[in-house]
């Protein structure tokens, strides 16, 4: 499947919230499910239920899990999702992701990284110009946006100049980058909090190699 004008490609193993229930919702009608019986029973059986108990704590079901199988078998590794749906879904992650890189990289690799990532903030707030954003002062920042996109969207911008000058992805990029500037850039722990959710909402679903493995928990990736 390809992206139209109006939507994005959005890794199908990460997806969730609003996004994994589009794909649901866009499975064909005649779709069969066969071979994925195995899969989708392990994902209701108790001995999985209590592997992943936190994970449902924080709003993860075998259902939804379920579902995402589903989705995969479906719509393959990558399937066109409503841009303006990725945008609602995934720019505050992006954003608080992104936050979290820019800080780890100024306070752990920069000499006086914390007084230089608060000048930036100083710098932000009293900038003029919108296109302006003072984290460029401490690294490249355009990397960590690509990666923190990757990331969440399953998708690197920078992959090709097709995708990095898609309508779409600018809008996604700017959008994500203005809530970080407005937002989390200047709130760390929200932006922690942000992203320490959405780690347990947003694991990955294993289908056939290990069959002894129906689902992980990704490690933080921002």
């Given at each position: 499947m390809t992206p139209t004008t109006d939507t994005m490609l959005v890794s199908t193993r990460k997806a969730y919230g609003k996004v994994l229930d589009h794909l649901v919702a866009s499975i064909p009608p005649d779709t069969t499910f066969e071979g994925l019986t195995t899969e989708v029973d392990r994902l209701s059986h108790a001995s999985f239920q209590a592997r992943f108990m936190k994970l449902w704590a924080h709003g993860c079901t075998p259902d939804q899990a379920a579902d995402r199988v589903k989705a995969l078998h479906a719509h393959g590794d990558l399937a066109p999702v409503p841009a303006s749906l990725v945008r609602q879904?995934?720019?505050?992650?992006?954003?608080?992701?992104?936050?979290?890189?820019?800080?780890?990289?100024?306070?752990?690799?920069?000499?006086?990284?914390?007084?230089?990532?608060?000048?930036?903030?100083?710098?932000?707030?009293?900038?003029?110009?919108?296109?302006?954003?003072?984290?460029?002062?401490?690294?490249?920042?355009?990397?960590?946006?690509?990666?923190?996109i990757e990331a969440d969207v399953g998708v690197d911008p920078a992959a090709s100049e097709d995708l990095l000058n898609d309508p779409a992805m600018i809008d996604l990029w700017n959008t994500a980058w203005d809530l970080a500037k407005s937002s989390y850039l200047g709130d760390i722990p929200a932006a922690r909090q942000l992203c320490g959710q959405a780690s347990l909402q947003a694991w990955q679903i294993i289908v056939g190699d290990d069959p002894s493995v129906a689902a992980e928990q990704p490690s933080p990736s921002n």
């Open positions: 879904e995934y720019a505050p992650l992006i954003a608080a992701g992104f936050a979290l890189s820019v800080h780890e990289y100024a306070t752990k690799r920069l000499i006086d990284g914390e007084r230089r990532y608060q000048e930036m903030l100083r710098n932000n707030k009293a900038e003029t110009d919108p296109a302006i954003c003072h984290t460029h002062d401490l690294c490249d920042a355009n990397v960590f946006m690509a990666s923190s």
